[in-house]
């Protein structure tokens, strides 16, 4: 069973509240969800629409075939209407138009409601969102207990507001008795090892479990999900959360906490990413441990702030002025987007340097049930010196020269009779200002050295899915990941022999798999931005060349079925 149901209104409508109240109680009902926000960047007004995907099994990715539209204006029919199966049913707020409407959809089912006025009756023209919920529960074929359980939870604070909602349910209910067409769902059972998520919540969650103390930001759409996740919690997770006047305090915060010794992170999205570059490049020669989130959207300058993209690839790759490394991990989904984080945190305390993490909006705000995350599994490791260790040390050198590069680590007033010294300018063992030619490339090379650890010890190649002998081999990094897995088992079905690479860990780049897997197949790179950054990259540092590049850079992600054509029509015919 897969489902599609399409939520489309006006910003300001209670688009935001139906779709949460409407994935709740599909996910408390036992469904697998993946919830999609499609949104303009304005308070009011605009065309604004909410995808709810469901079923009985695991769903990775959107689509665009709806099974019922709901429309909250007329605008919303215009757009939708053509997407509608010709078996779904489109439901709509009841206007003057529907002689109109019938006409255009003969094969579907209208269902028309004057769900303001139920409301007003109720007491409160607000409800209106929830007789649709109603409505919908019904055509669904599923009872209101679940249904009531959410709202109670959700208006838990206002007691004669929660009634009109369980009012204006049961009205809308009663309402749907007379649509002629209706759908059943398959008897599923409610995971209590599973929680409903989006991909900021899961980095809010990752860094704090990570042991984040600081996070500091200046809000950015697509990021401010991070801050308001961790902002809301902070005293709970005791985490203190700083709305910086911009996103250079925000960096240069952040690097203070790391610099006091406390486990120190930032985000924004790519322009506020702009402002913080100088900011990179200090935390790189001053090796101090930092991960900076990059929650992308189209550029450049303003761009498209609510939509998405994957176009700050070689951005953040090449982010800061001079030779120093860092590392760039793209996050593939909700569950990647939790332990990546956490990891991001550790290997940036490790290796001392900076850690830059990459999502974007389509990650950021799609809504999926997960797996509960396994904490017994994480481990955080401390790249301090210990207390014990600091009395001993009568000679401090926070940049001594090792066999890999990395330096002991101490925080200011941790030693006894010794400081803390770190530079932004060239610097000797001690941290002091050096101009001479011998100790500026050792110290170069005592940065790069952490590098060469990182690949030896802790560098990830791609996940590869799929047989050993391939006809075609899909590449695809981040975000595409959820639409490319079900791509290639839309071809599998038609009997081709398909293998997908993603790749996590993008700088420094892993090669071993991706050279293992090239020979033979069809190459095929699928990329979020206009320029197939990550074929550029691929082939800028192994010097293979991608077979065909698809790409997309409206502003909207990919779909499996979108993929499938395009590969369908572009590759194999």
């Known amino acids: 069973m897969d489902f599609n149901l399409v939520i489309a209104g006006e910003a300001g409508q209670g688009l935001n509240t139906l779709n949460f109240v409407l994935s709740k109680i599909l996910f408390k009902s036992g469904f697998h969800i993946y919830s999609t926000k499609n949104y303009e960047s304005r308070v009011r007004g605009g065309h604004n629409f909410m995808k709810i995907r469901?079923?009985?099994?695991?769903?990775?990715?959107?689509?665009?075939?709806?099974?019922?539209?709901?429309?909250?204006?007329?605008?919303?029919?215009?757009?939708?209407?053509?997407?509608?199966?010709?078996?779904?049913?489109?439901?709509?707020?009841?206007?003057?138009?529907?002689?109109?409407?019938?006409?255009k959809n003969q094969d579907k089912e209208i269902f028309s409601l004057e769900a303001a006025l139920i409301a007003q009756d109720i007491g409160n023209g607000r409800v209106a969102n929830t007789v649709f919920v109603g409505v919908l529960l019904k055509l669904l074929g599923m009872n209101l207990k679940i249904a009531e359980e959410v709202l109670d939870e959700y208006f838990r604070r206002a007691e004669d507001i929660k009634q009109m909602n369980i009012d204006?349910?049961?009205?809308?209910?009663?309402?749907?008795?007379?649509?002629?067409?209706?759908?059943?769902?398959?008897?599923?059972?409610?995971?209590?090892?599973?929680i409903l998520i989006n991909g900021n919540q899961a980095i809010g969650m990752g860094a704090a479990v990570a042991g984040v103390q600081f996070y500091s930001a200046y809000p950015m759409t697509p990021a401010t999900g991070v801050m308001?996740?961790?902002?809301k919690r902070q005293n709970d997770l005791g985490i203190v959360v700083e709305q910086a006047e911009d996103e250079i305090a925000a960096i240069m915060m952040a690097l203070g906490g790391s610099y006091s010794g406390i486990r120190s992170m930032t985000g924004s999205s790519g322009g506020g990413f702009a402002l913080m570059t100088e900011a990179v490049s200090f935390a790189g020669i001053a090796e101090l441990p930092i991960v900076i989130v990059d929650v992308q959207r189209p550029g450049p300058a303003t761009g498209l702030p609510t939509r998405t993209e994957q176009a700050d690839l070689l951005f953040t790759i090449n982010a800061g002025h001079g030779d120093f490394p860092k590392m760039v991990i793209a996050v593939k989904d909700a569950e990647d987007a939790f332990y990546q984080t956490f990891?991001?945190?550790?290997?940036?305390?490790?290796?001392?340097?900076?850690?830059?993490?990459?999502?974007?909006?389509?990650?950021?705000?799609?809504?999926?049930?997960v797996d509960a995350f396994d904490l017994e599994e994480l481990e955080n490791y401390n790249g301090f010196i210990s207390d014990k260790e600091?009395?001993?040390?009568?000679?401090?050198?926070?940049?001594?020269?090792s066999d890999d590069g990395v330096s002991p680590m101490a925080y200011p007033g941790q030693l006894e009779d010794d400081i803390v010294l770190i530079d932004s300018d060239e610097h000797d063992e001690h941290g002091h200002i050096i101009e001479d030619a011998e100790t500026r490339v050792k110290m170069v090379d005592k940065r790069f050295d952490k590098i060469d650890?990182?690949?030896?010890?802790?560098?990830?190649?791609?996940?590869y899915v799929g047989p050993e002998n391939i006809d075609y081999l899909l590449i695809g990094?981040?975000?595409?990941?959820?639409?490319?897995?079900?791509?290639?088992?839309?071809?599998?079905?038609?009997?081709?022999d398909v293998g997908l690479l993603t790749f996590s860990d993008v700088w420094p780049l892993p090669i071993e798999e991706l050279e293992d897997k090239i020979d033979g197949p069809t190459s095929i790179i699928v990329e979020n931005n206009g320029t197939a950054q990550f074929s550029r990259l691929i082939s800028a540092e192994t010097g293979i060349m991608i077979n065909h590049e698809l790409v997309k850079y409206n502003g909207r992600p990919f779909t499996a079925h979108e993929i499938y054509e395009a590969i369908q029509e572009e590759v194999i015919d």
Request: a negative charge; glycine letters at 6%; hydrophobic letters at 35%.
């Open 390 to 401: 600091a009395k001993n040390i009568t000679d401090y050198r926070r940049y001594a020269f």
């Open 477 to 496: 990094w981040g975000s595409t990941y959820g639409p490319l897995q079900e791509a290639r088992e839309l071809l599998e079905q038609d009997g081709h």
């Open 54 to 103: 469901f079923g009985d099994e695991k769903i990775t990715a959107p689509k665009d075939e709806q099974d019922i539209l709901l429309a909250l204006n007329k605008a919303s029919i215009e757009i939708h209407q053509d997407y509608v199966k010709d078996d779904g049913i489109m439901i709509y707020n009841g206007e003057s138009y529907e002689g109109e409407l019938r006409e």
């Open 168 to 194: 204006a349910l049961h009205k809308g209910y009663e309402k749907a008795e007379v649509a002629k067409r209706r759908f059943e769902m398959p008897e599923v059972t409610p995971r209590d090892n599973q």
């Open 228 to 231: 308001n996740y961790l902002a």
């Open 343 to 369: 990891r991001a945190v550790n290997l940036a305390e490790k290796y001392q340097i900076p850690v830059i993490l990459l999502s974007d909006q389509f990650l950021a705000d799609a809504e999926v049930n």
């Open 453 to 463: 650890k990182l690949i030896m010890e802790d560098l990830e190649e791609p996940e």
